[in-house]
């Protein structure tokens, strides 16, 4: 797998929505989400994934987001059966892009690139706290009260920030192994894409997991994208207090002065597409023109999620999803950055997709 050169390219949607609204699938409230489909139902997520590259897609995300020991662990899954059954969402992913590229013979599987979707901790959590970031120990200070105030900060605890920074290293390096310890399943990854992270301190943790496994793994392209629920980062510099900035964020994931390994790509996912102007140039801000990185868009759909009934808004008949996210794309295309992958989260199904692709190339 080569680095992106010049490039844009469109990836898919929200696999997990899709498999609810298009393939009708009871996934939601469960402790696997769309990982779950690996083991119930794998030709139909393989279909999901042919539909995406139909409608133009080149990335696939696989269905691992919410995969971990601790969540197959929770469904009733002992470790070796999450472990078959996460390194099989890989095959399934490639099988699509062959199976693709057989009835498409003018497309390789060289033009399709498969990208290992890893969640947050807070996704393998219940309640799912990707959006809240508020974990129990050693992962965050306490864990989620329907009845206590929440907090995702320690506030002036050094020792206890520190202890969570190395839990949350453990957790991703752990689920890492799954895939580099097997070769065959390795080799089909693309991109490693560490999504919807909601919390600094979480971003410290993923870039020492891939220090700690550079010298065993061949590298890959990866990144990170952190998610803004109703516009802000979940995370608070203290209890109760004011919220990190996008600027803020977007530092600690390609700051230079801690030695750690600086992700190929940056950027945002799970956030409605109504407050990405603004976030993106807050990431921009901490650029400082440097154009090695790519920039990863992966928004909501257009009714975007409500964080006071953690569900999703229908959207509008007006919405214009998709002509203002490629609109957005090729200002910044402009700017800050020579190589983007976009694409989108929830509630983005194949026909978003397409009519993404097509409202770029009019563009």
Partial sequence: MTMLKDTILLSDGGLGTTLEDHFHLPISHTPLWS??????????????????????SRVLLTATY????????????????????????????????????????DISPKDIHIALSLGPFGAVLAPM??????YPPPYGPREYSDSE?????????IE??????????????????????????????????????????????????????????SPKPWWITATFPNGKYPETRQPGGDHYTASEAAIAMIRSDDNMPIPNGIGINCTALKYIPELLEDFERVMDGNKKLFLVLHPNGGGGFDLSTQAFREPKESDRWAEDLASLVKKAKGRS?????????????PGDIKALGEAFNEE
């Fill in 35 to 56: 990982a779950r489909i690996i083991l119930d139902a794998p030709d139909t997520l393989q279909q999901a994934h042919l539909a995406f590259l139909e409608a133009g």
């Fill in 160 to 217: 206890g920030k520190n202890n969570s920074i190395k839990a949350l290293t453990r957790f991703h390096e752990d689920r890492l192994r799954i895939f580099t310890s097997d070769k065959e399943t390795w080799d089909k990854v693309d991109f490693v894409a560490f999504e919807t992270v909601p919390l600094v301190r979480e971003v410290e943790a993923i870039r020492q997991a891939m220090d700690n496994m550079k010298e065993i793994i």
């Fill in 149 to 157: 105030e929440n907090t995702t900060s320690f506030g002036n605890d």
């Fill in 337 to 349: 950055w020579n190589e983007i992958i976009f694409g989108g989260c929830c509630k983005t199904g």
């Fill in 66 to 105: 919410q995969g971990a020991f601790e969540s197959f662990e929770r469904a009733g899954y002992s470790r070796e059966i999450a472990t078959e059954a996460m390194r099989n969402a890989v095959h399934i992913a490639d099988q699509a892009r062959h199976q693709f590229c057989k009835e498409h013979l």
């Fill in 129 to 134: 706290q990707d959006f809240g970031g508020i």
